[in-house]
């Protein structure tokens, strides 16, 4: 069993930054991907970026150049730096985790990016 845990997610005004954290717990695999996704009210949740254990890093053109997801093994957290904010980026954040056939997903934190 895994659990994931979000937080730094807040109220931040157009063309500021936010670093989300991913907080993991349980058993990680050696092989593995994680991502951070995101759902805006009245939207389906869509993709943001991937990371894989080989270290591939992929994002969405909506959110390329932008936003940089990293990990630190050491303090098992993924996290999403999130730079020049738009009010589109304005949703709420998960993070998940595939291992093993398995998808787990922490409970979503807030960014609000308004002026």
């Known amino acids: 069993q895994v659990q994931l845990v979000e937080s730094g997610g807040e109220l931040v005004q157009p063309g500021g930054s936010l670093r989300l954290s991913c907080a993991t717990s349980?058993?990680?695999?050696?092989?593995?991907?994680m991502g951070w996704y995101r759902q805006a009210p009245g939207k389906q949740r869509e993709w943001v970026a991937t990371?894989?254990?080989?270290?591939?890093?992929n994002y969405a053109d909506s959110v390329k150049g932008r936003f940089t997801i990293s990990r630190d093994k050491a303090k098992n957290t993924m996290y999403l730096r999130m730079n020049s904010l738009k009010p589109e980026d304005t949703a709420v954040y998960y993070c998940?985790?595939?291992?093993?056939?398995?998808?787990?997903w922490g409970q979503g934190t807030q960014v609000t990016v308004s002026s």
């Open positions: 998940n985790i595939d291992q093993y056939g398995l998808r787990y």
């Open positions: 990371l894989t254990s080989g270290g591939r890093k």
């Open positions: 349980g058993r990680i695999s050696m092989i593995y991907t």
